[in-house]
């Protein structure tokens, strides 16, 4: 079903959304306040849910195994109960009685059941506490993680991860913006493909809609629009784009994978590129040799989010060695410009090349 159709019962029954109330995830934390923005209509039954899950995730009593069995089969019994019930039930809060139909209540229920017996939630374990790197807006970042891999955030971009990571459990971080990665292998020597490693072993980024998986690689993310990017310099990448089962898209070195809603069927494509154009603004130099004029306009927009069109299309066969700014988006296009012997015009995102 799909969520602009949800009631207050499929809130409650959505694992995400589970996730989102409870704060265990900040994957959910992230996407449902997105979503209810965009749909404003489901506020009403969005927020009687999540206050049903924050209400439920109050309770700290210890249970034993046992009495966890024997709670799921009163509300099992509670359930089989109410079916035969006709008149609404009223449920109520410190705040306001609040009546509601029987499949509401029925839909708590299981989902009540579930914290019991199913997800251990009766007795909530102490919420996982994240860290945040945030880049400023004038210069990168470096950041370097509890693994020992090392990280460098574009301006703007925001980095959030758990602040403990465990031996041999999966390390995972969340990426707003754009970034580089080198992540430290910690696989066994012997494994090197990541679409047959453990899970214990991967790292993974989660980009928007992507899921990024590695063991050890270099690798840039640009996640500054609709249509996210993964350039891999060196090793191997898995990568997958939404829900459900899916195979996953691999890449090799020298190639960028986009992600494109609008093809649904298949959302993810690759080509090959120039690598080392793409990371170039870690350093603060991007260096060129005998590199097509068109591989390194397509760089430049893909990693700046910038729009770049040539009157002449004679540009577009040329070839050019040298060095660029890579910092510094102005004099880039200014040396660019000189080096092509144009003008060059920018209006916000959009640069001429005239």
């Given at each position: 079903m799909k969520y602009s159709h949800y009631s207050t019962e499929d809130f409650l029954a959505d694992e995400s959304f589970q996730a989102y109330a409870l704060g265990s995830d900040p994957a959910a934390a992230q996407f449902w306040p997105q979503w209810l923005a965009q749909h404003p209509a489901q506020a009403a039954d969005f927020q009687e849910a999540a206050a049903l899950l924050e209400q439920l995730a109050g309770q700290r009593l210890p249970v034993s195994a046992q009495l966890q069995k024997d709670e799921a089969a009163k509300l099992r019994q509670r359930i089989r109960e109410m079916a035969g019930a006709r008149s609404q039930p009223v449920l109520r809060s410190g705040?306001?009685?609040?009546?509601?139909?029987?499949?509401?209540?029925?839909?708590?229920?299981?989902?009540?059941?579930?914290?019991?017996?199913?997800?251990?939630?009766?007795?909530?374990?102490?919420?996982?506490?994240?860290?945040?790197?945030?880049?400023?807006?004038?210069?990168?970042r470096p950041v370097v993680l509890p693994d020992g891999s090392?990280?460098?955030?574009?301006?703007?971009?925001?980095?959030?991860?758990?602040?403990?990571?465990?031996?041999?459990?999966?390390?995972?971080?969340?990426?707003?913006?754009?970034?580089?990665?080198?992540?430290?292998?910690?696989?066994?020597?012997?494994?090197?493909?990541?679409?047959?490693?453990?899970?214990?072993?991967?790292?993974?980024?989660?980009?928007?809609?992507?899921?990024?998986?590695?063991?050890?690689?270099?690798?840039?993310?640009?996640?500054?629009?609709t249509r996210p990017e993964v350039v891999l310099n060196s090793g191997q990448i898995a990568l997958t784009a939404g829900r459900g089962p899916q195979k996953p898209?691999?890449?090799?070195?020298?190639?960028?994978?986009?992600?494109?809603?609008?093809?649904?069927?298949?959302?993810?494509?690759?080509?090959?590129?120039?690598?080392?154009?793409?990371?170039?603004?870690?350093?603060?130099?991007?260096?060129?040799?005998?590199?097509?004029?068109?591989?390194?306009?397509?760089?430049?927009?893909?990693?700046?989010?910038?729009?770049?069109?040539?009157?002449?299309?004679?540009?577009?066969?040329?070839?050019?060695?040298?060095?660029?700014?890579?910092?510094d988006l102005e004099g880039m296009l200014a040396a660019l410009g000189k080096s092509l012997d144009v003008n060059v015009h920018r209006a916000g995102k959009q640069v001429s090349l005239d």
């Amino acid at each position: 079903m799909k969520y602009s159709h949800y009631s207050t019962e499929d809130f409650l029954a959505d694992e995400s959304f589970q996730a989102y109330a409870l704060g265990s995830d900040p994957a959910a934390a992230q996407f449902w306040p997105q979503w209810l923005a965009q749909h404003p209509a489901q506020a009403a039954d969005f927020q009687e849910a999540a206050a049903l899950l924050e209400q439920l995730a109050g309770q700290r009593l210890p249970v034993s195994a046992q009495l966890q069995k024997d709670e799921a089969a009163k509300l099992r019994q509670r359930i089989r109960e109410m079916a035969g019930a006709r008149s609404q039930p009223v449920l109520r809060s410190g705040r306001r009685a609040q009546r509601v139909p029987y499949g509401w209540v029925a839909a708590l229920l299981l989902v009540v059941g579930l914290l019991v017996a199913g997800l251990g939630l009766w007795r909530r374990p102490a919420t996982a506490t994240y860290t945040h790197y945030t880049a400023p807006a004038g210069a990168p970042r470096p950041v370097v993680l509890p693994d020992g891999s090392r990280v460098v955030l574009q301006a703007n971009a925001k980095l959030t991860l758990a602040t403990t990571w465990q031996p041999g459990r999966a390390r995972e971080v969340w990426l707003q913006g754009d970034a580089y990665f080198d992540v430290a292998h910690t696989a066994p020597t012997a494994l090197k493909a990541v679409a047959l490693a453990p899970g214990n072993v991967k790292f993974t980024v989660h980009a928007g809609p992507l899921d990024i998986a590695v063991l050890g690689t270099q690798f840039t993310v640009f996640n500054h629009n609709t249509r996210p990017e993964v350039v891999l310099n060196s090793g191997q990448i898995a990568l997958t784009a939404g829900r459900g089962p899916q195979k996953p898209l691999l890449l090799k070195p020298g190639e960028l994978a986009v992600y494109n809603a609008a093809t649904p069927a298949a959302p993810l494509s690759k080509r090959p590129v120039q690598a080392a154009l793409y990371s170039a603004w870690t350093s603060g130099q991007l260096d060129f040799t005998d590199t097509p004029v068109p591989e390194i306009i397509a760089a430049l927009q893909d990693t700046y989010g910038i729009q770049i069109s040539v009157h002449n299309p004679g540009l577009l066969r040329q070839k050019l060695t040298g060095s660029l700014p890579g910092n510094d988006l102005e004099g880039m296009l200014a040396a660019l410009g000189k080096s092509l012997d144009v003008n060059v015009h920018r209006a916000g995102k959009q640069v001429s090349l005239d």
